[in-house]
């Protein structure tokens, strides 16, 4: 069974305030992802991460930065949230393996910026 | 340019009988699929995968097609119950590129009515 956290479920939040969305996992495993996902749309990769110290940034630019300090925590940060960073994320965990990459996803953020 | 297409936003079927979710790509590098389900407030939940060297694979009521060719993918649902009601998700990567990056479509939302 996949244990993976986020932190909040929900949030609303005003204009020009810096945010931490929290994701963690209990499963060890190496690969860590954020997606950003509007309603009726797929799925965008922002950032990802395959160990400890290493991230890299997805194929949607996004404001948003990360850090991997530890292999479970992956926490995602807005300096200065605007409206039009309004949308679901979620993060993501997949183990190393030569047979597969399946993903377990988190149970999403809903972050409203009004 | 999308890479992974579900060109049927929506999908009705009646209890007990069939559902036929699709997706198409255009990346002949894509060697891995999946499909993912995903309840709203949730995040997405594996679902089923195939390798592009099968061209049909089997989990209880679930079955996927891969038509390569046809750069054609089909998720079955025999029978349909009430609780598949869900937005489904296909999903793509190239592995053999090196990449474990997954690729989304836009999402189907299957409803099955009593």
């Known amino acids: 069974e996949a244990d993976i956290y986020q932190t909040p479920r929900y949030l609303v939040i005003g204009t020009g305030k810096k945010i931490t969305l929290e994701c963690s996992q209990t499963m060890g495993h190496d690969k860590m992802y954020w997606y950003q996902q509007d309603p009726g749309m797929e799925l965008h990769l922002i950032h990802y991460?395959?160990?400890?110290?290493?991230?890299e940034k997805g194929d949607l630019s996004s404001e948003s930065t990360v850090s991997r300090i530890r292999t479970e925590h992956f926490p995602l940060t807005l300096e200065s949230a605007r409206p039009s960073h309004t949308s679901q994320y979620l993060c993501a965990s997949s183990p190393t393996s030569r047979y597969y990459n399946e993903q377990f996803f988190g149970p999403g953020t809903r972050l409203t910026v009004l | 340019d999308q890479q992974v297409k579900q060109n049927s936003p929506s999908l009705s079927v009646q209890e007990g009988r069939i559902s036929i979710l699709n997706c198409d790509y255009t990346n002949s590098m894509f060697d891995y699929f999946l499909w993912y389900k995903k309840y709203p407030a949730e995040g997405p939940t594996f679902l089923i995968s195939i390798s592009s060297i099968k061209d049909k694979n089997e989990d209880g009521r679930f079955t996927v097609f891969l038509n390569k060719s046809a750069k054609h993918l089909s998720l079955h649902i025999v029978p349909s119950q009430p609780g598949d009601s869900a937005v489904y998700f296909c999903a793509a990567s190239a592995r053999q590129g090196g990449s474990e990056k997954l690729v989304f479509g836009k999402g189907t939302k299957l409803t099955v009515n009593p």
């Open positions: 991460s395959y160990g400890v110290n290493s991230t």
